[in-house]
């Protein structure tokens, strides 16, 4: 029907706030020098049945590294940090007062003002080629591997996949400097994972390799896959 409604109450909420710097984790990194960092900053789902405004706002870093960002609504809210000129996300890791935060997001309180946070940012424009050395067997000519790149200080991101191909060579994209740890896993789709001989699955799954990435003449990776032990080392 067609009728006023009385008796409407709406509550506003002053917005809290959120500033600190962006750390480069790697001083040297070409990409990044360049200062052309942004953030994005946006609200995480809330508990079901809480209601709660959208946020979403971008802000561009200042040259000197710093930057503010208002207007966040109480609860948790996740962050990101880019360069324009690369691929990926380049949070490697979020400090608050000198101490490191556990995954990607900040906690805030309603009205909240955050002055002591710290990103630490990487571009990950690295590649990382490298083999499979097989030994003590061999694959079967119609099982295919992934081979995966996980940073071992904790860093943000997921690890980054690439497929090896026939000669056992692969190359990993997206990575930023660090330490790396390679793992192996078989691709699901060419082979049922339970047909697979137990020793040789073992072994796959077993194999890990620590690496370390750099931007100074990085030399290709090579992983000896042991299947005669059920293990690689």
């Known amino acids: 029907t067609n009728s006023d409604v009385h008796g409407i109450e709406i509550k506003l909420r002053k917005g809290g706030s959120i500033e600190g710097v962006v750390i480069l984790d790697d001083p040297t990194d070409p990409a990044m020098s360049e200062k052309k960092i942004m953030c994005l900053f946006y609200s995480v789902e809330g508990r079901p049945g809480e209601l709660r405004s959208p946020y979403f706002k971008r802000v561009e870093v200042a040259p000197n590294g710093s930057f503010k960002v208002e207007g966040t609504p109480k609860g948790r809210v996740q962050i990101k940090t880019f360069n324009p000129n690369s691929s990926g996300s380049s949070l490697i890791r979020i400090e608050r007062g000198g101490a490191p935060l556990p995954g990607d997001s900040i906690e805030i309180g309603a009205g909240e003002h955050i002055s002591?946070?710290?990103?630490?940012?990487?571009?990950?424009?690295?590649?990382?080629?490298?083999?499979?050395?097989?030994?003590?067997?061999?694959?079967?000519?119609d099982l295919a591997l992934y081979i995966y790149a996980s940073r071992?200080?904790?860093?943000?991101?997921?690890?980054?996949?690439?497929?090896?191909?026939?000669?056992?060579?692969?190359?990993?994209?997206?990575?930023?400097?660090?330490?790396?740890?390679?793992?192996?896993?078989?691709?699901?789709?060419?082979?049922?994972?339970?047909?697979?001989?137990?020793?040789?699955?073992?072994?796959?799954?077993?194999?890990?390799?620590?690496?370390?990435?750099?931007?100074?003449n990085q030399q290709p990776a090579i992983m000896t896959l042991d299947l005669s032990r059920g293990g690689a080392k």
């Open 116 to 141: 002591n946070l710290r990103l630490v940012t990487a571009t990950p424009n690295l590649s990382l080629p490298g083999a499979i050395k097989v030994v003590g067997g061999t694959l079967p000519p």
């Open 152 to 216: 071992l200080d904790g860093a943000r991101g997921g690890a980054r996949p690439a497929q090896v191909d026939a000669r056992n060579h692969f190359v990993i994209q997206y990575l930023s400097p660090g330490e790396y740890e390679l793992r192996l896993e078989i691709a699901d789709y060419t082979v049922e994972t339970k047909n697979v001989d137990p020793q040789l699955s073992r072994a796959i799954s077993q194999a890990r390799q620590k690496v370390v990435v750099s931007r100074n």
